[in-house]
């Protein structure tokens, strides 16, 4: 009768009290009977076994036999038998039994209406009284399509749900923190680890700089012994002659002769002559040991100070400045840090600014780079990237198109698509029109896929190839990607998809590969008999087909098959067509910068970037600026980004750029907004500087994507040549083969070109007769 007699003591009410009174206050689960047995503690405070069993458990081995309440602190003696042996919590355990009757006797009423039991609707989510209630919960309604339940079972139910999904949480929170207590002891264990193999490595360094030491020391020994020796040998010298000069003074008080004592002053003279060499040391005490300018010592603190740099899992932020040193050995001049450096800078490229003059002459020939993909972001990080593997900084770095002296900006939506693709856009700055998304040559209103409508000629766009042609220039192309890919297709295909390289869904419609082939101008063109008579088939590495795309420029030192360089096929482009002496139009494309971004892979689309770069100045070399209009531009952007966390200047471009203030993790100072590289990198280590510039390392994207998509902001035009000034402001993108063909006198604007020419001529006839005749006549030879 004890358990009752403290029930009728106590004499609580079910209503007076909630469950948290049941409930352990240190693991905020609920009493029972099994693993959160209620203990009560000798300082009246009650925590469930488990507790107790874990914080016995974590105390040292000094405190074996006591531990501290989670609630006071007081200092707990442990029984013989454990936690175990602790005293059950009565009062709880009565509680427990008395709230387990009251919720089996509970059912719950109408406040109203007391013999009502309240009811539950589970279409609806609420509760009633029938009597209470009207409409179609109402007393003696039809509910229909509820589903109604007494409000008892439907609380046994929703309290089953949330003890389920509690359980659920908890079980998760106790996983969750088992892997943090192993993460914990395994941190423990690694950085002990690590302070072994720092102390082990630093030793060796140790014993190397000792054994140097004492090297060093032996050496200036023996130095040291030598000379001094040297100079022991001429002092004895010196003293023995200084005894024989002294027997000499002595003796002359003993000669009478006044001869005598003139021939003995006549032999001092020239004994002292004599020993004029003997006086002078033979050797010098000059020993010095330079560390602040030896060029070894230079080098063994640049190796300390990478030393152990394959240690930057450890993520602090000071780690950080170890990834900088990777990239480049320059640091920033004390000139850059005063106001005169900045301002002499502005004031050159000002006067140089004020110097330049545009150039009004007809373009003899036309060079179009197109860097497939490079917009704004691939341009920066491929010039921090081209300086970089110069051993500079990098951000100084220019690129060769940089130095040209007109930039603008292009606009590269398509007439269906914010965001276009590189067949629409070809379309744009080959045509000068814009089109719908994957069509090649063709007006808008070809729609993608819709063979039917490409057939009619009238909606066929010719290429400024096509008009150079008709003016007898010689044209061509020059890309690293297939022959008929969407790029170098633009040049001469008139097609509804990009995709019917090879086949069309229907035969009204002929393929990129026929178009070239069988249409203007391929028709006119026996290719394999011309490329033989070149005499460049012999010419190993200058093959003119491949089957595919060319490799990647990053690739190429693992390939034992050679393939010519972009660099080269641009001047072996140029020493064939500058033969035509009324000019050429040539097209060359660095494709395959574009393809490494769709698969997120960085460095191998820097590495085709400065590829292009070098192609372009080779050009330069091979042309006359004064008469070659040379345009670098894209067709679109990537999800490209260059960011990083406010990194040092001449950080690795390629490598790590911070650490996240969120999970405290490393990150690449190159990302993408989508793409493959959402796969290969997780967020549960830190990534190394090692990993990042490894060439086949995709770089981080934000969005799971099999292949990475095009960006749709604008893309630079840097022009240099004859009427380059016309590329200045934002243009449209369809803007471009205008002004090309504006300064070449070839396309819509021939006719106004040729009289606009012609009024220059009329103005400089008043200047200079004989400037008019010299024009003239390149004029003739041009046209």
Same mark, same amino acid.
């Given at each position: ?65 006591? =531990? ?35 919720? /089996? ?68 929170? +106790? ?19 690590? =302070? ?62 006044? /001869? ?25 005490? =000059? ?430 035009? !840097? ?34 070109? +040729? ?21 003239? !006549? ?6």
């Amino acid at each position: 009768m004890t358990s009752s007699t403290l029930v009728e003591t106590v004499s609580i009410d079910y209503e007076d009290f909630s469950e948290s009174f049941l409930t352990c206050g240190t693991c905020l689960c609920t009493y029972d009977g099994q693993e959160h047995t209620p203990k009560l503690l000798p300082c009246s405070h009650t925590v469930c076994r488990s507790c107790l069993e874990r914080i016995a458990a974590g105390n040292g081995v000094r405190d074996a036999g006591s =531990f501290r309440c989670p609630i006071c602190r007081e200092t707990i003696p442990l029984p013989r038998g454990g936690v175990n042996a602790l005293p059950p919590s009565f009062l709880v355990n009565q509680l427990l039994d008395l709230m387990s009757r009251q919720r /089996r006797e509970v059912i719950p009423k109408c406040s109203l209406h007391s013999t009502q039991e309240l009811l539950f609707c589970e279409t609806c989510d609420c509760v009633f009284c029938r009597v209470c209630t009207t409409g179609a919960h109402g007393n003696g309604t039809e509910s229909g399509q509820h589903t109604v339940i007494p409000f008892s079972i439907a609380i046994k139910r929703m309290s089953e749900i949330l003890l389920y999904k509690a359980h659920l949480c908890i079980s998760k929170l +106790n996983k969750a923190a088992e892997n943090v207590n192993d993460e914990i002891t395994k941190l423990d264990s690694t950085a002990e680890e690590t =302070f072994e193999a720092i102390n082990q490595s630093v030793q060796e360094i140790t014993t190397v700089l000792e054994q140097r030491r004492s090297e060093l020391i032996e050496m200036v020994k023996k130095l040291k012994n030598t000379k001094k020796k040297i100079l022991e040998d001429q002092l004895s010298i010196i003293e023995s002659e200084k005894e024989k000069v002294q027997l000499q003074c002595n003796g002359l008080q003993y000669q009478v002769e006044v /001869r005598n004592i003139t021939n003995r002053i006549s032999d001092l003279n020239k004994k002292l002559d004599s020993l004029n060499a003997v006086m002078e040391p033979r050797e010098n005490a =000059f020993l010095k040991y330079e560390h602040d300018h030896n060029s070894a010592s230079s080098d063994i603190e640049k190796s300390l100070r990478e030393f152990g740099r394959k240690m930057n899992f450890l993520v602090l932020a000071s780690v950080l400045a170890a990834f900088s040193l990777g990239s480049c050995q320059r640091t920033t001049t004390d000139d850059e840090k005063t106001a005169k450096y900045w301002e002499q800078d502005g004031q050159k490229n000002l006067y140089a600014s004020l110097r330049l003059l545009k150039n009004e002459k007809v373009a003899k020939n036309v060079i179009l780079f197109l860097g497939d993909g490079m917009g704004m972001t691939t341009v920066t990080a491929t010039r921090i990237y081209k300086g970089q593997k110069k051993r500079e900084r990098g951000e100084e770095e220019l690129l060769t198109f940089d130095q040209f002296p007109y930039v603008s900006l292009s606009k590269t939506y398509g007439i269906d698509r914010q965001t276009s693709d590189s067949a629409n856009t070809a379309t744009a700055y080959l045509c000068g029109v814009k089109a719908n998304y994957g069509t090649i040559g063709v007006d808008g209103r070809v729609e993608y896929e819709n063979c039917e409508s490409s057939v009619d000629p009238s909606t066929h766009v010719p290429s400024i190839l096509e008009w150079a042609q008709d003016k007898g220039k010689w044209t061509g192309f020059v890309t690293t990607t297939r022959v008929t890919h969407a790029t170098p297709a633009g040049t001469y295909a008139h097609i509804a998809s990009r995709n019917w390289e090879s086949s069309t869904p229907s035969p009204k419609c002929q393929d990129i590969a026929y178009q070239l082939i069988h249409n203007k101008p391929g028709k006119d063109m026996h290719i394999m008999e011309q490329f033989l008579a070149l005499g460049m088939a012999t010419k190993p590495g200058t093959s003119l087909f491949h089957s595919d795309h060319l490799p990647y420029v990053a690739e190429r030192p693992n390939l034992t098959k050679e393939y010519p360089t972009l660099p080269e096929m641009v001047e072996a482009a140029i020493k064939v067509l500058r033969k035509e002496e009324k000019g050429f139009v040539l097209l060359v494309e660095g494709g395959k910068i574009d393809i490494a971004h769709h698969l997120n892979w960085a460095k191998k689309a820097l590495e085709e970037g400065v590829e292009f770069d070098k192609a372009i100045e080779t050009a330069q070399q091979l042309t006359d600026p004064e008469e070659t209009l040379i345009v670098v531009t894209a067709d679109h952007s990537h999800t490209f980004t260059v960011g990083g966390n406010y990194q040092m200047r001449g950080t690795n471009i390629l490598g790590i750029g911070g650490v996240s203030d969120v999970d405290n993790k490393t990150f690449t100072t190159l990302g993408y907004h989508n793409g493959p590289g959402y796969k290969k990198n997780s967020r549960d280590r830190n990534l190394t500087e090692e990993e990042a510039v490894e060439t086949e390392f995709r770089q981080d994207s934000l969005f799971p994507m099999l292949y990475e998509t095009h960006g749709a902001e604008d893309v630079p035009v !840097y022009a240099k040549g004859p009427y380059a000034h016309l590329f200045h402001g934002v243009h449209e993108q369809s803007y471009i083969p205008y002004v090309m063909g504006y300064a070449s006198c070839v396309g819509p604007n021939q006719d106004v070109c +040729n009289a606009a020419m012609s009024v220059v001529l009329t103005r400089s006839s008043a200047l200079l007769s004989v400037a008019i005749a010299l024009f003239t !006549y390149k004029w003739n030879v041009f046209y």
